[in-house]
């Protein structure tokens, strides 16, 4: 039987209506130059799939995460130009490829098939006999890749087996009129525990974890918790770049009533501990934004710190951005003198309190590479991350 005209019109009509609409996005370099740039937005509609759609007919995914905000990494972009895209939600939904996989203690984090770095999900085996298990902590990221697979940190090394990788702790702190330190275990005054590892997800264009952690106060009998912390990461696809590339965001508050005293020490925070093969004065390289080294490089200011070395062979590295929105930015920092260690510490910069019902918040992007620091890229990357390009959404 064959519809009468009008009514096929009106079909025709009720199935465009009920189609919806694209969106379109319009993106601003500003000032800087974009390439493989994170960039992320609110989303007009929550829910379904979404996808952006250039000039050219290029596809590019677009993630949501649970605040209804889209990730998408955007190729290129010069400075001071703007670029159209099509928003719209599409019924293909893009294989992951990036991954957080958990097994035997460890979420391993991987883009395209190849390592980036893992979580410590468990008090995984200690590495040597000789280690006392007052040592013994999850909760930290190691060990972290490079794009040819070398390895840029450290775990349990001989001369610091307190240092972890990438971890969080405080040194000097006064707590209830106490004073535990949660850096240096082996004094046995504060450790940090792993509470619960809350989530994992995997994506087109990122992968991440939530966690929580705590800080136990030893100093008493019958131990207390002093903060309560949580670790939000995502770890980027690299859309063909030079790097690997993941964020860490930590967020601190009490678990009481009583303020936590951080008084002026030159280490404290989120902690950096290099490839082994970096100990001694000559083998670890430092550069910071402001153009300092080793040698003049403690106790100053920066926006990002490169840290880096021969692995295999290779000369190789990391450098660890700072968020412009951290307490006291740009941070001071922590530059051993002859160990491949590093710190934003903020409380170099004097004393500080992390008060009940507030949270201190901190935030940190990691880039690893297989090449010799590129001062000019390097800026050019930390814009990306404080000064992102704009965005703007149109029906």
Sequence with gaps: MRCPAPLVFLMLVVAACA????????????????????????????GGTWQLTNADGTVMPVQEDESGNGTFILPILRASES?????????????????AELADGLVRFTTGGRQVTAYHAAKNPLPRADIDSIYHRAGYLHPVYTPAGRMVTDDYPPTHVHHHGIWAAWTNTEFQGRTPDFWNMGAGTGRVELVALDETWNG??????????????????????????????????????????????????????????????????????????????????????????????HGTRARWCHIGGMVDGSLVGIAILSHPDNRRAPQPMRIHPTEPFFNFAPTQAGDM???????????????????????????????????????RVEL
């Design 19 to 46: 189609r919806p609409s694209p969106y379109t996005l319009i993106v601003g370099a500003g000032d800087y130059e974009r390439k493989g740039a994170i960039v992320t937005f609110a989303l007009p509609e929550t």
């Design 204 to 297: 087109p264009v990122h992968a991440g974890l939530r966690a929580r952690h705590r800080y136990v106060d030893l100093t008493l009998d019958e131990p207390v918790t002093a903060l309560n912390e949580w670790w939000a990461m995502r770890v980027y696809d690299d859309v063909g770049a030079a790097y690997n590339v993941f964020d860490l965001s930590l967020w601190q508050t009490p678990a009481g009533t009583d303020t936590l005293r951080l008084p002026s020490f030159r280490y404290g925070g989120v902690g950096f501990r290099g490839h082994r093969d970096w100990d001694g004065e000559e083998n670890t390289h430092f550069l910071t934004s402001e153009g300092r080294n080793r040698s003049d490089g």
């Design 353 to 391: 309190v992390i008060v009940p019902e507030t949270r201190y918040k901190a935030r940190y992007r990691f880039v690893v590479y297989d090449t010799p620091p590129d001062e000019e890229e390097l800026d050019r990357l930390w814009n990306d991350y404080a000064r992102p390009p704009t965005v």
């Design 83 to 99: 670029v159209e895209l099509r928003l719209e939600k599409t019924d293909r939904a893009p294989l992951p490829s990036v991954k």
